[in-house]
C-alpha cells in the first residue's frame, strides 16, 4: 500500500465517522458499492479522479485535505486552548461574541424551517452564507461573519461543525440521521428558544426574508443556485470566499440598488 493510499484511507474513515455517515451512506452518494468504499478505506482500492471529486464533496472538504496536500482550517472557539503555531493553513479564531451570534442564528432558523423535509445540512449551509452575505452587503456590517469556502457543490461554513459540536455537547441542538427521498441527510433539532435579544429587528428581518426566499429549495437547487452568486463564481476551489465581492452582485443576488457609473 502506497504512503497516499494510506494517508487518504485514514482520512475517507476518519471524516466519514466525523459526519456521521454509515460506509452504505457515503457509497451511495459517492456512487460506488458498499465493498469498493470499504477497500478505498482500507487502502487496497486506488480512487479515481472522479470518484476523489465526489468523496471530497460528500465529506465536504476540498480534494487537497482528502489527500493531505493541503492544510486543515485552525478553527479555535472562544473557550478553546490557544491554537498551535506549526505548520501553514488557515487559522480562525471565533470570538465569544460571533460565536453567540451563530448559535442563536442557527436556532433561529432551526425553529422557523428546520422540520420542513428539505432542510438538512447542506441546505442550513447555504442559507447561513445568504444570511450572511446578504446583510453585509445591505449593510456593510457583519451578521455571523462566518468564513465560508468554495466547494464544488456551493459555499460551506468552515466554523460549522465545530460550533455544533460544541452545541451538541451543551445540549442545545441533536443531530439526527434521516432520509430525503433516496438520500442521506444530516437534520438537526433545537432543543432551546433561541435568544432574540442578541439579535436585532432588521437582522431577523433579513433572516426571514432569505428564508422565505430560499428554504423551499432542497440541497441540489439552492446549491446550483449559490453557484450563480458572483463572490462564489469569482473564488477558487476551496479558498475562502472574500465578503466584499458581494459589491460586484447582479440581479437576482443583489440586495442593493447600485447608481450607474456614467
Not at 36 to 53: C, D, F, H, P, Y
Not at 192 to 216: H, M, N
Not at 242 to 259: D, G, L, T
Amino acid at each position: 500500500m502506497s504512503d497516499v493510499n494510506k494517508m487518504l484511507a485514514r482520512r475517507v474513515r476518519a471524516l466519514r465517522e466525523q459526519v456521521g455517515l454509515t460506509q452504505e451512506e457515503l457509497a451511495r452518494r459517492v456512487e460506488v458499492s458498499r465493498p469498493a468504499l470499504s477497500q478505498i478505506e482500507n487502502g487496497a482500492r486506488k480512487v479515481t479522479a472522479e470518484e476523489l471529486m465526489e468523496l471530497s464533496d460528500a465529506l465536504n472538504v476540498t480534494p487537497g485535505r482528502l489527500l493531505g496536500t493541503e492544510a486543515e482550517p485552525e478553527i479555535r472557539l472562544a473557550r478553546d486552548a490557544a491554537p498551535s503555531r506549526s505548520g501553514p493553513g488557515m487559522r480562525i479564531s471565533v470570538p465569544q461574541k460571533n460565536l453567540a451570534k451563530f448559535r442563536e442564528v442557527l436556532l433561529y432558523i432551526l425553529g422557523k424551517v428546520g422540520s420542513k423535509p428539505n432542510i438538512g445540512e447542506t441546505v442550513i449551509y447555504k442559507l447561513l452564507y445568504f444570511i450572511d452575505f446578504d446583510y453585509y452587503e445591505k449593510y456593510e456590517e457583519q451578521l455571523v461573519g462566518a468564513t465560508y469556502i468554495r466547494n464544488r457543490y456551493g459555499p460551506s461554513p468552515v466554523q460549522f461543525k465545530k460550533v455544533v459540536a460544541r452545541m451538541e455537547q451543551d445540549g442545545e441542538i441533536e443531530r439526527v440521521k434521516s432520509r430525503y427521498y433516496k438520500y442521506p441527510q444530516t437534520k438537526y433539532l433545537p432543543r432551546r428558544a433561541p435568544d432574540l435579544s442578541l439579535l436585532t429587528g432588521r437582522e431577523i428581518a433579513l433572516i426571514d426574508d432569505v428564508l422565505c426566499r430560499l428554504s423551499d429549495m432542497d440541497a441540489a437547487q439552492v446549491s446550483a443556485y449559490s453557484h450563480g452568486d458572483v463572490p462564489w463564481r469569482g473564488t477558487a476551489e476551496g479558498e475562502a470566499i472574500p465578503y466584499e465581492a458581494v459589491f460586484y452582485r447582479v440581479a437576482p443576488y443583489s440586495q442593493r440598488v447600485y447608481p450607474d457609473d456614467d
